[in-house]
């Protein structure tokens, strides 16, 4: 069977992929199709499918700024629009139940609200994948998605402990002692050094600090992962921890969306339901535009934003899982989630790869806020007299930073979608600002680029830096661009696209160290005979 299925999802996600489809929209169909051929989902596929959503929040933790939970425009954004989009979809589904629809007609007041709180939320899987992939999951708008995501899960933890009646024990009140251990949880990160050990360590951390400490006091596992996460985030190596655990996650993360599809199976009555429900998915669409367009966003942020959150959650399949069990629901709803879950992300998929695009065709008819009303995140740029523009400043950026302010002075900006590192960066005397170069309108901010001759895209997703290659081509900008990549295919694909020069990191690494060598040390050789 695990021949089959490893199969199935493979050639599933590679079709997916030459359609321009996120592969994980191939494994929902894989799992679907399995299902329909009489396979089933067992204990090893679902222990995997939650370690590859534990290891996801753990990893999100390590990239998320407690900060980011405490802005208004991430806790009073979420609580607004899960309030409101939960009172619009019990009014729906009333409407859908008074019109005759079977599977409602038995539901009491409170299921059917209990069903549109289960509708309200987003995918928080479906959102750091897409994200990820498009290299855009510390943009503004990315941070503000996944900061409204974790609010969503806190809302799940305190409503899954009141619906099950079940308490965390009274010794979960020593997790308040967490804090206290931060300092020797960043002294055992630092000796765990950089190899198979700190695999384990992300590992030993996520499943068994985080996830089964707050399961043994009573709480949700995914919380503790997430928590341990977010404690683990200033250490200088969260980032590297991150991706040292990236493959691990994303390999379960498979079993996840396969799950999906092999553990319930589709009937007609539970799609015509599913149809239902996505037709209601647009007001969820448009409640998180309006929400975060309220606080003064830039209609791209919110627009993006939005795209991003624009599908159900797995959440839904877990509210009505333990609705089943208490017999607050019947199996058709059970059915219609999941189809809806799943035909929420197939549809989801193609609209947030092609984001830029739509918000391109579609800001003409958004209403923008006036520029000295924005919201601090999205104000004008002034680049002053730089005739550099870095864009990107992680090791690669910054290396060149610094370089090329010994070669030429002080005539480099640097751009980092980062706050926090931006401001690092600053207080060490680099001249550093805080945008999204992948932003569409992120060149309109800049005020003045006549000054500019050279721009390096350093970013570290190949993806991004095409974007800002062809925002940078459609202003007709007539200085040099130089980019970095990975792989040969990518530095032929930026040459083609029209850069002056390509650089891959790893060969340009090795020389780099080579050169570094000969300039500090000097060495003398005999010639060869």
């Not at 989902?41 to 939650?50: F, G, M, R």
């Not at 950089?194 to 600090?209: D, N, P, R, S, T």
């Not at 493959?247 to 996840?256: D, G, I, P, R, S």
């Not at 029209?498 to 005999?526: M, T």
Request: glycine share 8%.
């Amino acid at each position: 069977m695990e021949l089959i299925l490893i199969s199935t999802a493979f050639l599933a996600g590679f079709l997916s992929l030459k359609c321009n489809l996120p592969p994980l929209v191939g494994f929902l169909l894989a799992g679907f199709g399995l299902h329909a051929f009489g396979f089933q989902t067992n204990d090893t596929i679902i222990t995997l499918a939650d370690l590859g959503v534990t290891l996801l929040l753990f990893t999100i933790g390590l990239k998320l700024d407690i900060k980011t939970l405490l802005s208004k425009e991430i806790w009073a954004g979420a609580t607004i629009h899960n309030l409101l989009s939960t009172l619009l979809f019990s009014a729906a589904l009333f409407c859908f139940k008074y019109l005759g629809i079977s599977s409602l007609a038995a539901m009491s007041t409170e299921q059917i609200v209990l069903l549109g709180f289960a509708l309200s939320f987003s995918s928080t899987v479906f959102a750091v994948k897409s994200l990820q992939e498009k290299g855009e999951l510390n943009a503004t708008y990315g941070t503000i998605a996944i900061g409204i995501l974790v609010m969503q899960d806190i809302f799940a933890v305190v409503f899954l402990t009141a619906s099950t009646g079940k308490l965390p024990e009274w010794y979960a009140i020593a997790l308040f002692a967490l804090p206290l251990l931060r300092p020797l949880f960043f002294r055992l990160l630092e000796w765990v050094g950089h190899g198979e050990m700190l695999v384990l360590f992300g590992i030993f951390f996520a499943l068994v600090v985080g996830a089964g400490l707050f399961e043994l006091v009573g709480m949700k596992p995914d919380l503790g992962a997430l928590i341990l996460g977010m404690m683990l985030a200033g250490h200088k190596k969260a980032s590297e921890l991150s991706k040292s655990l990236f493959n691990l996650k994303e390999l379960f993360l498979v079993c996840f969306f396969l799950n999906i599809g092999l553990s319930e199976q589709p009937t007609l009555s539970g799609f015509a339901l599913a149809i239902l429900f996505m037709l209601l998915l647009p007001l969820k669409g448009i409640l998180y535009f309006v929400v975060l367009n309220t606080f003064k966003f830039r209609v791209r942020t919110s627009l993006l934003a939005s795209l991003c959150l624009f599908n159900f959650s797995e959440f839904g399949l877990i509210v009505g899982g333990l609705a089943f069990k208490m017999g607050w629901m019947s199996g058709d709803i059970l059915v219609a989630l999941a189809m809806a879950v799943s035909i929420s992300f197939v549809l989801s998929a193609p609209i947030n790869r092609y984001g830029h695009k739509i918000y391109q065709r579609s800001s003409r008819w958004l209403k923008e806020t006036a520029a000295e009303n924005l919201n601090l995140r999205d104000q004008l740029i002034n680049p002053g007299h730089a005739q550099i523009l870095i864009l990107g400043m992680g090791r690669i950026g910054t290396g060149a930073y610094d370089e090329l302010r010994t070669r030429y002075g002080k005539i480099s900006l640097g751009i980092e979608v980062r706050e926090e590192a931006a401001k690092e960066h600053k207080a060490q005397g680099r001249n550093v600002i805080s945008g999204d170069a992948t932003d569409p309108d992120f060149w309109e901010r800049i005020l003045d680029t006549a000054n500019v001759k050279l721009v390096l895209l350093a970013m570290p997703h190949h993806q991004g830096n095409q974007i800002a290659l062809e925002q940078l081509q459609r202003r007709n900008f007539q200085g040099q661009i130089a980019a970095i990549a990975e792989y040969p295919d990518q530095l032929e694909t930026l040459i083609e696209d029209g850069v002056d020069a390509a650089f891959n990191i790893y060969n340009e690494a090795g020389s780099g160290f080579a050169r570094h060598v000969c300039e500090q040390l000097k060495p003398e050789f005999n010639a060869p005979k």
